[in-house]
């Protein structure tokens, strides 16, 4: 059970991390980068198994990796949100940090409130209440199973897509 | 059968797919910069494979160009290195990779590109699929030479009307994201068509492209027509739509259009030039792969000429590429912005990602011809950031405070 840090619409890849922190490649210092100037306590009070609920367009902005990879170097078990931007969602899927889209929770939850996410059905918990996520699909589910592009690629090569026939 | 998109990966990948199927697809090019680089760099290195084909692939040094700092450096030296063990030899700097590498060809119609940069949508000016991707999907790519797509829906608009003097297609793509949202095209392709379209040069159809990942486009694309293979020298396929059925049809009339202004802290925040002129400005920047090509720094330097720039207002341009530099010095663009105490800056992205210059400092309002006004993009998340087009701000340059270029011409 983590505690939810919640967001709100339009979280740019550019609030997750200013392109200022992106100098590195190094995971402990692009943790430490994570929502530096939009919200400079989170680094010191996030922990493992923590859940980021955000509103719509979650991660818009830049094609830059960095931003969901500080997310997940900090533990965060899963974000939720609205709706979210196609590639910070497809970064996150990729490196393996589990991304669900539900509309409900956004509205229904409040900072520091519990929480738990199962990632692959899309059910959430908070307190007594129970929500509906949409469970992730298609390359997303393939690429989850694997645990990211990089070990589903290692594992299968593109045949892990093509056989699979997935859609 | 089918729309732009739908007909270009049909033809990739040999057999007729609809919007929603998931294809995996060879790619013609692949790139990287000098912020995605490393990364993508890292996860190749981690599949142990070789790359698929170093003519292809490409790394530009634009975003922090000269390094800033040791770290930046650092990140430089690592990407030459890689690019030396495994013999890339398109290690490029020499401007904004959508410019440099547009001129260099890479895209041409029918074909299929992607880059670690959200606004690789900039080539489907070409009539080709280009999509930004992160760093791990550029990775996997360079050592295979392919990637997955779903194929997107397509969101059709119908540009028609003749716009008015000092209306750019800049302000087109603004109003348009006013009216849909900065999720109006979220997982969808943009096709930009119509006569206005049809009229309008390469720079302004990159500039089209390029702004379609502002309202979610995973591809923004133009029919290739005669343009287009003017611009290629011929080089390309003829690609259509076919019968297309798109997701929606937007219709936009381009005469009725006013000088657009996306204000602060969102790009679908958009507002008629008339409803901010008159705010202050601490900077004006020209520049970015949404407006620093030629034809954006003739418009700029055609209101500069002859005058100054207003005192309050620090003006940085940065020519998009080498070759719209040396464009620029030749036409005698860039001694117009020097006289007009301009600060020109060396080929690259400049102050738009507030990484290496033209930096703002709290409270400080700045008006920018890029493409993103989140709030820290260009330094302080308490400075104000304004989002138009090269005419709107050389006149507000001219001015110091936003302005509508008819007043100033
Ligand atoms: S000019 Fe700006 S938007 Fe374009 S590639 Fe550079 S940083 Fe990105």
Known sequence: MGRVFKFGNGISTDAIMPGRYNVTTDFDSLRKGCFIEARPDFVTTVQPGDVIVAGRNFGCGSSREHAPLSIKQNGVACVVAQSFARIFYRNAVNIGLPVIRCAELYDAVADGDDCSVDVRTGAIVSGERTFAGEPPSGVALTIMEYGSLLEMIKARGWAALEAANVS | MGTLAEEILSRRVGRQV????????????????????????????????????????????????????????????????????????????EGICHQVLVERGIAAPGGVVVGADSHSTTYGAMGCFATGLGSTDIGVTFATGRTWFRVPETVHIDVHGEPAPG??????ALSVIRRVGAEGADYCAVEWSGETV??????ERLTLCNLSVDFGAKAGLVEPDAVTFAYTGGRGQEVHPSNPRYARTLEVDASAIRPQVAVHPAIDNVQDIDDVAGTPLDEVFIGSCTNGRLSDLALAASFLEGREVHPRTRTVIVPSSRRVYMDALEAGYIETFARAGA????????????????????????????????PGRMGSPEAFIYLASPAVAAASALRGAITDPAEVR
Not at chain 2, 167 to 172: G, L, N, P, R
Not at chain 2, 198 to 203: G, I, K, L, T, V
């Open chain 2, 18 to 93: 609809h919007a929603g199927e998931t294809v995996v697809a060879d790619v013609d090019f692949a790139f990287a910069h000098d912020v995605t680089g490393p990364l993508a760099i890292k996860a190749f290195a981690e599949l142990d494979m070789p790359v698929w084909d170093p003519a292809r692939i490409a790394f530009t040094f634009d975003h922090v160009m000269p390094a800033n700092t040791v770290a930046a450096a650092e990140l430089h030296r690592q990407i030459r290195e890689f690019c030396s063990e495994q013999g890339v030899t398109n290690v490029l700097a």
């Open chain 2, 167 to 172: 209306v750019q297609a800049k302000d087109i």
């Open chain 2, 198 to 203: 049809a009229a309008m040069h390469m720079d």
């Open chain 2, 343 to 374: 600060l020109v800056m060396n080929p690259g992205c400049g102050p738009c990602l507030g990484r290496q210059h033209g930096v703002l400092g709290p409270g400080e309002r700045a008006m920018t011809t890029s493409n993103r006004n989140y």
